[in-house]
């Protein structure tokens, strides 16, 4: 029974290219969620995604940053021309549909821009 | 506005110790969800309890416990006799919003050190 499933575990970038990072819910779940961790600080939420939809991307930079959740496959965090403040850890969660079940989180994409 | 605070930044106790982790939000819901997640060195988040906002017994689990106060807006967490493996960075977070659009909050997190 596989949990959240998140590729890479460690990204290495140098400024300027892209990161795509990858994250396939748990079996069920429809919903899916990405946080930002900076180094020694907590998670921050990015975006959460259903399928095909964006519901709510207010935590998402506004530019370089985007996110999909195809109908199917994983889903997938994009940065472009990435730059040294992009390093960071990423993890993504997901859940049913309703509201009182748990997000379960994935092992987290550690992005290192050289 | 939703907001989740975790005072202490760094706490360093003694094996054996108990130690005592604060939490303290903020929300204008009714209805929500407070966790604590652990973060050791490996960097994983290690699912440790959820609450939901109508439920305020406190809960023990072998050495962690969750002291659970709406009076004072605080969930905070205790372990009991610490052991080095404790030793990890805890986060607390809030899950609001009854609809579709929720999100967790978290606190900037705890590190605690447990010395052998």
């Known amino acids: 029974n596989a949990g959240v499933m998140q590729n890479p575990r460690h990204l290495v970038r140098r400024r300027g290219q892209e990161a795509r990072l990858r994250c396939s819910p748990m079996k069920g779940h429809s919903h899916v969620y990405w946080y930002r961790q900076l180094p020694e600080e907590g998670l921050k939420f990015m975006v959460y995604?259903?399928?095909?939809?964006?519901?709510?991307e207010s935590g998402m930079p506004k530019e370089r940053f985007s996110a999909e959740f195809p109908k199917e496959g994983p889903s997938i965090l994009r940065i472009q021309q990435v730059v040294r403040g992009d390093s960071a850890a990423y993890f993504c969660a997901s859940s049913s549909q309703e509201f009182n079940q748990p997000q379960h989180f994935g092992d987290g994409t550690r992005l290192s821009i050289l | 506005a939703q907001k989740v605070t975790q005072a202490q930044t760094e706490i360093s106790v003694v094996e054996k110790e108990d130690v005592t982790l604060d939490c303290v939000y903020e929300t204008r819901d009714t209805t929500y969800y407070l966790f604590w997640y652990k973060q050791p060195p490996s960097g994983e988040l290690v699912f440790l309890i959820r609450?939901?906002?109508?439920?305020?017994q406190n809960e023990i689990s072998g050495r962690y416990s969750w002291n659970f106060q709406k009076s004072t807006s605080s969930f905070n967490f205790t372990i009991t006799a610490s052991q080095v493996v404790d030793s990890a960075v805890y986060f607390c977070?809030?899950?609001?919003?009854?609809?579709?659009?929720?999100?967790?909050?978290f606190g900037s997190g705890t590190r605690l050190s447990i010395r052998p």
């Open positions: 995604l259903q399928k095909e939809n964006i519901i709510d």
């Open positions: 609450r939901n906002s109508f439920d305020e």
């Open positions: 977070a809030l899950l609001t919003g009854y609809s579709s659009a929720s999100k967790i909050i």
